[in-house]
């Protein structure tokens, strides 16, 4: 049963550019959020994902953006980058408010 | 404002030494709660959750944590702990609203585990 699953696993990216990372849900889980990890902090709540809507949504600005498929599946999107936003991604899936399971994340740096 | 503080940014401890690691919650709307935990190298993965019924929760491992709502309060707790649980610990919180639900984390506590 495959868990969480998030692409790409690093990716270099230049300001002002746009990246769309990637996220498979854990098989049977219908909801996806969406966490921005610092180094040496805790993950920071970006968005959630139900019925292809968003449902709730962090202290992000309209840079951050995303989408559910009907496969339940996600993509979050960045765009015009900055400098600050190079930090792990982590996509988690859940069912309904249950606990979340996490993928190894995305790497972004942003030189 | 929602938040979840974990009050040791670090805690060292020896081999088979109890610990505790503190956290507190502030909501205003109901809650779960969650410690999650990242090993070295590894994605975070759940460690004890809190959803109803009797405060206190355990895990597998011998870790256990407290629910204490008038404290706003989800300490976790180990007896005697173990080299292979260095680690870094978040504590979690649910926040149930109409139409949906956030999970929001407090900025981790790093157990380092000494022979």
């Known amino acids: 049963d495959a868990g969480v699953t998030q692409s790409p696993t690093h990716l270099i990216k230049t300001r002002g550019q746009q990246v769309t990372l990637r996220c498979s849900p854990k098989?049977?889980?219908?909801?996806v959020s969406w966490y921005q990890q610092a180094l040496g902090q805790g993950p920071q709540f970006i968005f959630q994902?139900?019925?292809?809507?968003?449902?709730q949504r962090g202290n992000f600005p309209d840079r951050f953006s995303g989408h559910q498929f009907p496969n339940y599946s996600s993509e979050l999107n960045v765009n015009a980058l900055l400098l600050g936003d190079s930090a792990l991604y982590l996509c988690?899936?859940?069912?309904?408010?249950?606990?979340?399971?996490f993928g190894n994340g995305t790497r972004l740096t942003v030189t | 404002a929602q938040s979840v503080t974990q009050l040791d940014s670090q805690v060292p401890v020896f081999e088979e030494a109890p610990v505790e690691l503190r956290c507190n919650y502030s909501?205003?709307?109901?809650?779960?709660l969650f410690w999650y935990v990242q090993y070295p190298n590894q994605g975070l993965q759940l460690l004890l959750k809190?959803?109803?019924?009797?405060?206190l929760v355990e895990s597998i491992n011998g870790f256990e944590a407290e629910f204490n709502k008038s404290q706003t309060s989800f300490h976790l707790r180990k007896p005697s702990v173990h080299i292979s649980d260095t680690a870094e610990y978040f504590c979690?919180?649910?926040?149930?609203?109409?139409?949906?639900?956030?999970?929001?984390f407090g900025a981790g506590t790093r157990l380092f585990v000494k022979a």
């Open positions: 994902y139900y019925e292809e809507e968003e449902r």
């Open positions: 098989s049977g889980h219908d909801t």
């Open positions: 909501s205003s709307v109901s809650v779960y």
């Open positions: 809190y959803l109803s019924g009797s405060t």
């Open positions: 988690a899936s859940s069912l309904a408010s249950g606990p979340l399971h």
């Open positions: 979690a919180v649910t926040l149930s609203y109409t139409g949906g639900f956030k999970t929001i």
